[in-house]
């Protein structure tokens, strides 16, 4: 069965950095998307960067030019290096999975995904103060 384990979450200052991990199993990885999503108390869950088998990424707005994403696939992992961090950025950071085509991989300007992923971990922590 498929799983997502998330690591790397912490306490950072603001203007710090953290790289958060994803181990992934139980599926066929090279064959899905793969994204990062993150959920701050009250309000909605918001996709922060997604990533196609192709090696393409896409970004929301509020993360472009500050966060990276990337997959390994040799180790079947994902990552997203996250820098200048604000506390607006404080959140738990899922890793998600969904099968798909590449057009349906992507995370839109404004953060919502251009299709609902299906498998999710259960997240890491981020907390910026």
């Known amino acids: 069965h498929v799983q997502l384990v998330e690591s790397g979450g912490g306490l950072v200052q603001p203007g710090g950095s953290l790289r958060l991990s994803c181990a992934a199993s139980?599926?066929?990885?090279?064959?899905?998307?793969m994204g990062w999503f993150r959920q701050a108390p009250g309000k909605e869950r918001e996709g922060v960067a997604a990533?196609?088998?192709?090696?393409?990424?896409s970004y929301a707005d509020f993360v472009t030019r500050r966060f990276t994403i990337s997959r390994d696939t040799a180790e079947n992992a994902l990552h997203l290096e996250m820098n200048m961090l604000k506390p607006e950025d404080t959140a738990k950071y899922y890793c998600a999975a969904r099968k798909g085509p590449a057009w349906s991989c992507g995370i839109q300007a404004q953060g919502a995904p251009v299709m609902e992923y299906d498998y999710w971990g259960k997240g890491t922590q981020v907390t910026v103060s």
């Open positions: 139980g599926f066929t990885y090279n064959r899905f998307c």
């Open positions: 990533i196609d088998n192709a090696g393409r990424s």
